[in-house]
């Protein structure tokens, strides 16, 4: 009974006897826990939300993983259909054996189940290449995209007036071409 009473959280008269036979008196403090203090409660939430979590690639990657295997039993399996439908019954002879074959409806399965293949492998692949090159968020992606660009320790703003430059440079050498062809067009229509 005290194992129960344990358990449940309220103590049974009985087990209140047990542990304390005589009743408390203004000289016996009573035994109550004491008040939550601030540094408890924030240790218990600092627990709860501590958890461990696991990356968003990682789960990108097995969840690709078994999104592909069901993809494969679901492929096995009609695959299977379609070979015991093939097969003519024990006391069928061949020439009379005609299965019943509905092309579009076939079509329209085979490539339910290629798209579902390749999905599935693609998924697995996205996840297995962020989680090599160790991308968790669109955060680590900008800095992993930034390293590889050479402007990884500029703001935003340097890089768009940086861009910017290039493509007024890039603007201004394709119209001096233009105006080079122009000028030699016009002078070959003066001769």
């Known amino acids: 009974m005290s194992f129960l009473s344990r358990w449940w959280g309220s103590p049974s008269p009985r087990d209140t006897k047990e542990t304390n036979p005589t009743p408390p008196t203004d000289s016996q403090p009573s035994q109550t826990p004491p008040p939550p203090t601030p540094s ?8 709860i939300t501590n958890k461990p979590r696991i990356n968003n690639n990682l789960k990108l990657l097995l ?4 999104f592909f295997g069901l ?6 399996r009609s695959l299977a259909r379609r070979r015991m439908a093939a097969m003519p019954s024990y006391y069928t002879s061949a020439p009379l054996h ?3 074959v509905n092309g579009p409806l ?8 290629a798209t579902i293949n390749v999905l599935s492998l693609a998924m697995m692949g996205v ?16 800095r992993f995209v930034r390293s590889g660009m050479g402007i990884e320790g500029k703001t935003e ?18 119209e001096r071409k233009n105006r080079e062809r122009r000028s030699e067009n016009e002078g070959d229509k003066g001769r």
């Open 98 to 100: 005609q299965p019943r």
């Open 106 to 113: 076939e079509a329209f399965e085979a490539l339910n189940i």
């Open 40 to 47: 408890n409660t924030e240790t218990s939430n600092n627990q």
């Open 157 to 174: 703003q340097d890089a768009e007036e940086e861009l910017e430059e290039w493509v007024a440079s890039v603007l201004e050498r394709k």
């Open 71 to 76: 993809s494969l039993i679901v492929t096995k």
């Open 63 to 66: 969840g690709g993983a078994v």
């Open 127 to 142: 996840g297995g290449t962020l989680y090599a090159l160790d991308i968790n968020s669109m955060d680590d992606l900008r």
